[in-house]
Each structure stands twice: as structure tokens, then as C-alpha cells.
């Protein structure tokens, strides 16, 4: 676990984030731990200069490549759903994108596996894990779908993006105890929980999501 040193960003007023804090709050947030490492995380060191002035609304914003930095509320609720079943150790996230769930992850577990296809975003979120000196951070450029087998298994799997069925190879990777967090459709999507047990898989659904859809192969 790494945290984050702040002092000198001062891009973005206190305020500015406690609103955001406080909307996430109002929305049912009440992990204490994921919204401290929330409200410490410069959000706009992941998106271009374009758009770095809207970072702490409460939207998903456009990174190129037709994808998009998750909703803070989005990854809130995915992170608080993680490690609600206990602290995790070994995390592999699906779709790093620009790295802000990676970022807060980084600070909240042992180690994060990240997977991403597009080698472009990929790399822009390798130089912000360098800047914000998270050293926790294991890349792949690969298709995620298949999760990281060779350093599996994992006690947490956090996936950005959309499959239209949970990929077996990610339920198979999981530690048992181990803990699953997806959005899972097409057109209309769920975010889903799946617990490993001893016996089997328990799968609990959460809430309708929009996430960009999982797709397989790999972008140079
Ligand atoms: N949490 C990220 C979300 C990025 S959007 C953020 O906040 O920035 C989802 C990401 O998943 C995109 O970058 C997309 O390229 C990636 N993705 C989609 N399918 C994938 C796959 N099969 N393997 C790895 N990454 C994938």
C-alpha cells in the first residue's frame, strides 16, 4: 500500500473535491477508507488538459481512444464492493484506461495486476503511477478477458468494462475467498459481485451500470 502526496497540486480548490466527496456520500458511499483515498487522489492528473477542469464532477470523462475515466461514484462503489468482504492482497483489474482505479486501488491493497488492451492509454496511466509514486502497480498490455494466468490467483478481480458473460478464465482465477466485481451485459448492463467459496460461486447483483463494452484482442 502506497498513499499519495497532494501538497502542491493545487490545480483544484479543497472545496472543489469536498463537494465531490460529499455527492458520493449522498449517493450511499460510506466506506470511510475508499472515500479519504478518493478525496486525495488528484483526479485530474488522469485525464488531457482539455478536460482536467471538469475532474471532480461527478461524471465519466473521455480519455481518446472511445473510452472514457470512470464515474468517481462508479469506481466508489466498485472499490467499497472489493473489499467489503475483507482486506484484499492481490487485486488484477480489467481495463486500466487511464489508471485512476488503479491509482485508488494501489492505495487500498497489496498489489494491483492491471490489464489493459490499448497500448497508448496504457502507457500515459504507466507515467501517472510513476509521478504519483505508486510502485504497487503491475502492467500487462493484453486482452484482460483472459485476465494475467501467470500471476493469478487473485483475491480480488475488478473489471472496467463489459462482457456480455463472465469470462470463465477471471472465475477461475479467483482465490478461493476470493471476490469478483463486473458489469455484466449489452445494451442493458449490471454490475455484478461474485464470491469463490469453498462449495462454488455466489453471485449477487447490485445496480443497472453503463460501462464501455469488454472487447478481445490487443491495440498497438
Ligand atoms: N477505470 C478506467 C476505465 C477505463 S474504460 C478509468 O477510470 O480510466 C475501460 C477500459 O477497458 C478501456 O481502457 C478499454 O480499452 C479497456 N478494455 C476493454 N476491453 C478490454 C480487454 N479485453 N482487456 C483489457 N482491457 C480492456
Redesign the pocket.
Known amino acids: 500500500m502506497t498513499s499519495v502526496d497532494l501538497n502542491g497540486i493545487g490545480m483544484t480548490s479543497q472545496r472543489t473535491r469536498e463537494r465531490l466527496i460529499q455527492r458520493l456520500v449522498d449517493q450511499g458511499i460510506s466506506d470511510m477508507v475508499v472515500l479519504d483515498v478518493i478525496r486525495t487522489t488528484p483526479r485530474h492528473l ?1 485525464l488531457d488538459e482539455a478536460m482536467a477542469h471538469r475532474a471532480y464532477e461527478d461524471v465519466a470523462l473521455p ?1 481518446g ?1 472511445q ?4 464515474q468517481p461514484y462508479i ?1 466508489a462503489r466498485m472499490t467499497e464492493l472489493l473489499l467489503g468482504a475483507g482486506p484484499r492482497r492481490r487485486v488484477l483489474e ?9 491509482a485508488i486501488l494501489a492505495q487500498l491493497v497489496e498489489e494491483v495486476y492491471s ?4 497500448k497508448p ?1 496504457q502507457q500515459k496511466a504507466r507515467q501517472r503511477m510513476r509521478r504519483l509514486r505508486l510502485r504497487n502497480v503491475h502492467m500487462n498490455h ?4 483472459m485476465g494475467w494466468p501467470e500471476r493469478g490467483p487473485f483475491d480480488g478481480i475488478l473489471a ?2 463489459a462482457p456480455e458473460h463472465i469470462p470463465e478464465d477471471l472465475l477461475q482465477q479467483l482465490a478461493p475467498g476470493g471476490r469478483l466485481v463486473i458489469p455484466v451485459g449489452g445494451a442493458s448492463q449490471h454490475l455484478q459481485v461474485v464470491d469463490r467459496t469453498h462449495e462454488g460461486y455466489e453471485t449477487r447483483i447490485i445496480e443497472e451500470v453503463n ?6 484482442g490487443t491495440v498497438r
Open positions: 488522469f480519455i481512444f473510452q472514457t475515466l470512470s469506481v480489467i481495463g486500466t484506461g487511464s489508471g485512476y482505479q488503479t490489464v489493459e488492451r490499448i492509454l493484453a486482452d484482460g478477458g472496467a468494462a460501462f464501455v463494452p469488454l472487447r478481445s
